[in-house]
């Protein structure tokens, strides 16, 4: 198969390069699926789209270390053209997001969910296609051979195609930059890397909502007023390195949320597990949720964009110079975590979160439901009894963990619920 252009790590490719990675990953998966049945068809009955969503990690995050905001983007692809491929083959129960492949279930679901995730991590990652390719022919392997196969590595190729055409050109990896300020209240970058990253995301074209800007907030507090005042002091006083009013298990908790390695796409996995859901139900809510997430995260950065607010390490600092007589600043103050490369306004994890969480508590039909997950970060693993004990959570330890403002963390989870509302209302429904 051809080397793929990295376009810019965008993950995107030509039309050209996308026809022939197509092409010879269907060659490559008719030689597989002609050959003989082997010792591991016992394998066939395992969920295959919670089985991709572990190889869409190890692409995504292990091996490519994307940061938050851009594995929500490759997430999305994955399982948005995954539950296209599943959803044909079920007869199309729901709304399908970008098409229906022609199918008459009769088709291996597990060779459509393989051969489409598979494509769309390949486009997103040339760099691993070695790596890809052998993995995707030791799954289809696992496969009997037979027309049912060949049909679902077909269903898969149009679905996975379909999205990465729909992807192509969208924003992603821009050249764009935030703005760096220098009076009160504006961002500039911050100890200990000074670095500016991420502003692209600000301009990334939507999954699922019209608009990037579609619920822009009435922005942060004014300086001078009663609720910055509160703001500022509150994460002053909790959110230090050398805080005395932080408890354990809150230093704990901020460590746990602020792990690059996200601990949702595990609770996922876990939910499909525990939950039992099939092969369909799976791919739908895996779809709901990464896609809900990838949009809020997109609202929120046009929020940050829009805002330009400084963070607390900043803000604090230089209280000195906001014209709030109930601030006082300290040059010296630090945070307990590392203040991320992007504006305070509004809070990108409270986002979503909240899109993730709302997310779930629709699909199942309540929130009532408990789940848990591991952070090397903190070495801890954290327990919850329901979706909005977790949301509740995060906003608290954005805070407690120095880097957020709650102001910040309330308004973007406001919006992470608004994108969950309207992807409810606009898609993945049943169809009538």
Not at 272 to 292: E, P, W, Y
Not at 364 to 388: E, L, M, P
Request: glycine letters at 8%.
């Amino acid at each position: 198969m051809p080397t793929l252009r990295d376009a810019g790590r965008a993950g995107v490719l030509t039309r050209k390069a996308l026809s022939l990675a197509v092409a010879g990953t269907v060659a490559a998966a008719a030689l597989v699926g002609l050959g003989p049945s082997v010792a591991h068809a016992s394998n066939t009955s395992a969920n295959a789209v919670i089985t991709w969503d572990r190889y869409a990690q190890t692409a995504i995050w292990d091996i490519a270390g994307q940061a938050p905001q851009v594995q929500a983007r490759s997430f999305a692809m994955v399982h948005g053209a995954i539950y296209d491929a599943v959803n044909a083959i079920a007869g199309t129960p729901y709304e399908p997001y970008l098409n229906a492949p022609p199918a008459n279930g009769t088709e291996s679901t597990s060779a459509a969910v393989a051969t489409a995730g598979h494509l769309v991590l390949n486009a997103l990652f040339p760099a691993q296609q070695e790596r890809l390719r052998t993995q995707y022919e030791e799954e289809l392997a696992r496969i009997p051979a037979g027309t049912a196969k060949q049909r679902g590595i077909t269903v898969g190729t149009q679905a996975a195609a379909a999205m990465i055409a729909a992807r192509q050109g969208d924003g992603a990896f821009g050249n764009q930059t935030w703005s760096v300020g220098t009076q009160p209240g504006q961002w500039r970058p911050t100890p200990p890397g000074f670095s500016v990253d991420g502003a692209w995301v600000a301009h990334l074209k939507p999954f699922l909502i019209p608009s990037a800007s579609m619920f822009r907030t009435s922005g942060p507090p004014a300086l001078t007023s009663r609720r910055y005042a509160r703001d500022l002091n509150e994460v002053k006083a909790i959110g230090s390195a050398t805080s005395t009013v932080r408890t354990a298990d809150q230093t704990q908790a901020a460590i746990w949320w602020h792990d690059r390695h996200l601990a949702e796409w595990e609770i996922k996995r876990q939910l499909a597990t525990k939950q039992k859901l099939n092969t369909l139900q799976s791919a739908r809510m895996f779809a709901m949720v990464d896609m809900a997430e990838a949009d809020a995260t997109i609202a929120c950065y046009s929020e940050k964009a829009a805002w330009n607010f400084w963070r607390p390490i900043t803000a604090v600092q230089l209280a000195d110079t906001d014209g709030n007589p109930a601030t006082t600043g300290d040059p010296d103050w630090t945070p307990l975590l590392v203040t991320p490369p992007h504006p305070d306004f509004t809070s990108g994890h409270s986002c979503f979160t909240a899109a993730s969480m709302s997310a779930l508590t629709h699909f199942f039909g309540r929130d009532d439901i408990s789940f848990s997950g591991y952070s090397a970060d903190s070495g801890t693993t954290r327990y919850f009894r329901s979706f909005s004990q977790a949301l509740a959570e995060v906003i608290e330890a954005r805070i407690w963990g120095g880097i957020h403002t709650r102001t910040a963390d309330v308004e973007g989870a406001k919006i992470g619920k608004k994108v969950t509302s309207y992807m409810v209302a606009h898609y993945f429904k049943p169809r009538r």
